[in-house]
Structure formats: C-alpha cells, structure tokens
C-alpha cells in the first residue's frame, strides 16, 4: 500500500473488471434486464451475509471502545460533502438538482470494498470491512434521505417513510452490532456465521461486475453535459477530500491507525453512487445527466483516488 505502484494497480484492476462488464453490456452479452434482479441479490442477500459474518466474527467492544465514531464519521463527511455541494450558482443548482446528490454522496461501499480488497492482506480486509460496515449506519440514511429529497421536483408532497431509510445493509448492520452489545452473538453457532462469511465472499466480485455492467447500461451525453460532469467531478474527486484530509490532520483519530486513515480518504474520494441514477429515474430527474456524471467521475476516480490515498501518506506519515 506504500508504492504507487501498488495503488495504481489496485485501481487499474478494478476499472478493467469494470470496463469489462460494461462492455458485455453496452454489446448485449448481457442484458442490462439481469443486471437489476443481480444487484438486488447483492444489496438484499450477498451483502448482508457479509456484514453479519463480519460484525459477529470480527466486533468486539473491549478492544473497540471507539467503535461509535464511525457511523460519526459517515454522518460527518455527509455534512462537509452537503455543503460543498450547496456552493455554486444559484440558478444553475435550483435547475439541475441532480447536481446537488452527485457532489456529495459517494459510492460508500461497492467501490471503496474491491479497492481495498486489491490493497490490503486478507486480515486486514476483514478489519477494514468491520469498519465499513459500522461507516455505512452513519452515512447509509443519509444516501436515501438527501438523493430522495434533491430528485424528486420540489412540488411532491409525499411523506416520510421510514422504508425510504432502513435499506437491507443497513439493517444488517444494525442487527448484527446490537446481536454483539446483547452478548446474544455468544449463542449464535460459528456454523451460522461460517455460512454467511461463505456467502457473503461473492459480494465484492459480484458487485464490481454490477457496476460496470450499471455503468455500460446509462445513456451518456458528453458533449451535452461536459460541464456538469466536471462541476460535479471537481466537488466530489478534489474539493471534498481535501478538506477531509485537512480534518483528518486536526483529528488525532482519524490517523490512529493506517486502515482508519485509508478507509476515510477512500471514503471522501470516492465518485457519486450509482445509487442516485436509479434515484433518478425513480423521482422524474434528468437521467441522461447524472448518468454523464456518473460515467465521467468514475473515470477520472482512476487518477484521483490513487493521488489522494499518496498525499494522505505523506501528510499523514
């Protein structure tokens, strides 16, 4: 993880499993119809076996007594992201909302996962995945409460749902830590957890095909959305990390260890969820733009990322 090399090489590996994917797509090898049905899979089945498995194996709150500052920390870089996003023109954030969700909520797990997992030793991925997971119950509301809210146009009158808020992960997540508090994890058979670990094991590959395959299924403009497209990208890749990293250098915390320090800025540098595209359509917002962006950031992420995990390095030593 110390050469740029090795950075480099981790994200390159991803975006060719991506491009790959996406290719398969946009040539019909696959249809873009299977693709929904297999990330549901994912975000209802795959992953939560692999959250459960990883909290009730890996969790312990005597050694973790600090465990409860990552789902601060999902809910503080939300925050710094949100008012990021809010700067600009106006006129041009009140007409293009989709701009808004874009800047400042990012692909917070089935990017920032296979990014590590080419990065890090088998033990310490497990470590980092424990703290993704606790990451994802501060941020993961957040992604459905601030895309719902900025996509929809401003005239819906709908309620509040809970349902909106409390995704599969994240109940997941919300289980299995209060299984670990209760001590009812002590009765729970390692046959269990074995099995889910088992399952859980195809998140990571199945998800990097999922978002290349989502990629390779947008409609894409370009020409017409260039603009936005680095706007966007500019907030998200560049401004957002660097104020990160700029807290990251005033909290002790925050660089206790290397895999709290790698998880943050992988978190802060990571391009928009694809998520919101799905949002998009959803809610009535312009798809062909945030599709645009979309594409456009994740492409650019190939030089952000590992340029601002190697400042992280040197500042943070």
Request: contains cysteine; positive net charge; proline residues 6%.
């Amino acid at each position: 993880m110390n050469s740029i090399e090795t950075v480099l090489l981790a994200v390159v590996k991803i975006a060719i499993v991506v491009s790959i994917s996406g290719f398969l797509v946009r040539k019909r090898v696959v249809a873009i119809e299977t693709i929904r049905p297999l990330s549901s899979l994912v975000v209802t089945f795959f992953l939560p076996s692999l959250i459960l498995s990883n909290i009730l194996e890996k969790f312990d709150t005597s050694e973790s007594t600090d465990w409860w500052y990552m789902p601060l920390s999902g809910l503080g870089l939300c925050a710094i992201g949100l008012v990021v996003a809010l700067v600009g023109p106006p006129k041009v954030l009140k007409e293009r909302r989709e701009l808004i969700p874009a800047s400042f909520l990012q692909n917070a797990a089935f990017l920032v996962l296979p990014l590590a997992q080419s990065l890090l030793s088998d033990s310490d991925f497990d470590t980092f995945s424990l703290t993704v997971f606790l990451f994802l119950v501060g941020y993961n509301p957040m992604l459905w409460l601030f895309g719902k809210h900025f996509m929809r146009p401003r005239e819906s009158d709908e309620r509040f749902a809970w349902k909106n808020v409390l995704s599969t992960p994240l109940v997941s997540c919300l289980s299995a830590i209060f299984l670990v508090l209760t001590g009812i994890r002590n009765f729970i058979p390692d046959l269990a957890i074995e099995t889910l670990s088992f399952v859980g094991g195809a998140t990571v590959p199945v998800a990097t095909f999922i978002l290349g395959a989502t990629l390779g299924g947008m409609k894409i403009d370009f020409r017409k959305y260039w603009k936005d497209t680095l706007f966007v990208s500019f907030k998200k890749l560049i401004v957002v990390p660097a104020i990160a990293l700029l807290l990251m250098t005033l909290i002790p915390w925050t660089y206790s260890t290397p895999l709290i320090s790698l998880l943050l800025i992988l978190q802060a540098s990571s391009p928009p969820a694809t998520s919101l595209a799905i949002q998009c359509q959803a809610y009535g917002g312009n798809t062909e733009r945030i599709a645009s962006i979309l594409l456009g950031s994740y492409i650019l992420c190939i030089f952000t990322i590992p340029m601002w995990i190697l400042i992280m390095q040197k500042i943070l030593n």
